[in-house]
């Protein structure tokens, strides 16, 4: 069973270009979880989806990002109009279907580079 | 925030010797994780204990956790240079799916 997925592994981006990162969660998994990362910091909490749904986007800034999880295919994190600031690692996790809260996997994360 | 919080930030020892490292908590919570993770990479997941548990072992690891005094600890026995790395602990609360990461302890094994 291969892991959490996520392309690129790295993403260089110049100001006002957009970013868009995918994640393939891991086989029988439903649960998606997005995570930003800056240097010498934990993980924020951005963004958690089923399939077709957002079911807490509460840690998603409120312009220029959004995320989707569709029927088929990847995760996708979208950053529209980068500034230097979204400069960070991306995160993300997959967690199996039911509602017992169970241990999240994370993939190798995506390294975006705002020049 | 029910932020998770390590203690200490950094942590210095020699190989053979314990590491421990504590995580404290604020509100109420269905679980606690342990990650690693080594520098410029992903996390890798090594204990999840659950709010009804107190101990749980996995290999040269301990993980406790005191729900009374919201605090776990995470205990690597005769450790090893292979685990330099940062470690993380992780609150998930009853009522969403999101974990809640402290800022991790940088733990450094010199050979």
């Known amino acids: 069973n291969a892991g959490v997925m996520q392309n690129p592994r790295h993403l260089v981006r110049r100001r006002g270009q957009e970013a868009r990162l995918r994640c393939s969660p891991m086989?029988?998994?439903?649960?998606v979880y997005w995570y930003r990362q800056l240097p010498e910091e934990g993980l924020k909490f951005m963004v958690y989806?089923?399939?077709?749904?957002?079911?807490?986007e509460s840690g998603m800034p409120k312009e220029r990002f959004s995320a989707e999880f569709p029927k088929e295919g990847p995760s996708i994190l979208r950053i529209q109009q980068v500034v230097r600031g979204d400069s960070a690692a991306y995160f993300c996790?997959?967690?199996?279907?039911?509602?017992?809260?169970?241990?999240?996997?994370f993939g190798p994360g995506t390294r975006l580079l705002v020049l | 925030s029910q932020q998770g919080e390590e203690d200490p930030q950094a942590l210095s020892i020699q190989e053979g010797e314990n590491a421990t490292m504590n995580c404290s908590y604020k509100?109420?919570?269905?679980?606690l994780q342990w990650y690693r993770q080594n520098s410029g990479r992903g996390l890798v997941h090594l204990i999840l204990?659950?709010?009804?548990?107190r101990e749980k072992h996995s290999g040269r690891l301990r993980v406790t956790l005191d729900t009374s005094k919201k605090s776990s600890s995470l205990l690597i026995t005769a450790s090893r240079a292979a685990d330099t790395a940062s470690y993380f602990c992780?609150?998930?609360?009853?009522?969403?799916?999101?974990?809640?990461f402290g800022d991790g302890t940088t733990l450094t094994v010199k050979p």
């Open positions: 509100t109420s919570i269905n679980n």
């Open positions: 996790a997959s967690s199996p279907p039911g509602t017992d809260f169970g241990t999240q996997y």
């Open positions: 086989k029988g998994h439903s649960h």
């Open positions: 992780a609150v998930r609360n009853t009522n969403a799916g999101k974990s809640t």
């Open positions: 989806l089923q399939k077709e749904n957002i079911i807490d």
């Open positions: 204990i659950r709010s009804n548990e």
